[in-house]
């Protein structure tokens, strides 16, 4: 069985801040995992995946996140945040043996000038 | 390059009743998966389709189906709809199946089902 934790149902950082992200998965077998964004009203935008190539995933908007089979982590991350950050973020996992996905329950990304 | 779209955006059905919601996806792409958004369970994976065949289901009642077409559409069905059946589907469709390949959302449809 596989699933995903995401620490922090809501978080809020000031324009400029860092922004941390967390999510941690199980897998029984080598994962690829993803995280994407939603907008309200709206589907879900891909923003980077990990898909056992380089461990530090670069993505759009300034995000990346890096795998850390160790801690069974992939935290997403951005340097800067931006008014136009605030939004929901979903960390999946995808077991590539079965096919299937697993969603985090979401992380709610509140952006204060 | 269109998006996927769904149709249609919004429904609102009595208990009891049934549903069709529609699914076109991205030129080329040939797998389509379908997903459940509800406050209280979050997303959940339904099942997903490649080249007409249903590849994966989750852990979903009989009363959703769905299938796909030759052109790749695809159709999810839900019969004698429940009020927990109020949510936000979604779907998404890829090149290849799921697993690796990267997917595209679209919009999704919102049901209420009163």
């Known amino acids: 069985a596989q699933s995903v934790t995401q620490l922090g149902s809501h978080v809020s950082v000031s324009e400029g801040a860092l922004v941390l992200l967390r999510c941690n998965y199980s897998?029984?077998?080598?994962?690829?995992l993803f995280w994407y964004v939603q907008y309200p009203n709206q589907g879900l935008q891909l923003l980077l995946k990990?898909?056992?190539?380089?461990?530090l995933v670069k993505g759009i908007n300034g995000f990346e996140a890096e795998f850390k089979k160790s801690e069974t982590s992939f935290h997403l991350t951005k340097p800067s945040a931006h008014m136009s950050d605030a939004a929901e973020y979903f960390c999946?996992?995808?077991?590539?043996?079965?096919?299937?996905?697993?969603f985090g329950d979401g992380t709610t990304l509140t952006v204060k000038p | 390059k269109a998006g996927v779209t769904q149709t249609p955006r919004y429904l609102i059905k009595t208990r009891g009743q049934q549903v069709t919601l529609s699914c076109s996806p991205i030129?080329?792409?040939?797998?389509v998966s379908w997903y459940q958004q509800t406050p209280g369970q979050g997303l959940q994976f339904l099942f997903e389709?490649?080249?007409?065949?249903?590849?994966n289901k989750g852990n979903f009642p009989g009363r959703f189906s769905g299938r796909q077409f030759s052109n790749s559409r695809s159709e999810m069905n839900v019969s004698t709809l429940e009020l927990g059946d109020s949510a936000l589907y979604l779907c998404?469709?890829?090149?290849?199946?799921?697993?690796?390949?990267?997917?595209?959302f679209g919009p999704g449809t919102r049901l209420t089902v009163l």
């Open positions: 999946a996992v995808i077991n590539t043996n079965a096919g299937k996905s697993t």
């Open positions: 897998s029984s077998v080598p994962p690829y």
């Open positions: 990990y898909t056992s190539a380089a461990t």
């Open positions: 030129s080329g792409h040939r797998s």
């Open positions: 389709y490649f080249s007409e065949t249903q590849r």
């Open positions: 998404a469709s890829s090149l290849a199946p799921m697993a690796g390949a990267e997917q595209f």
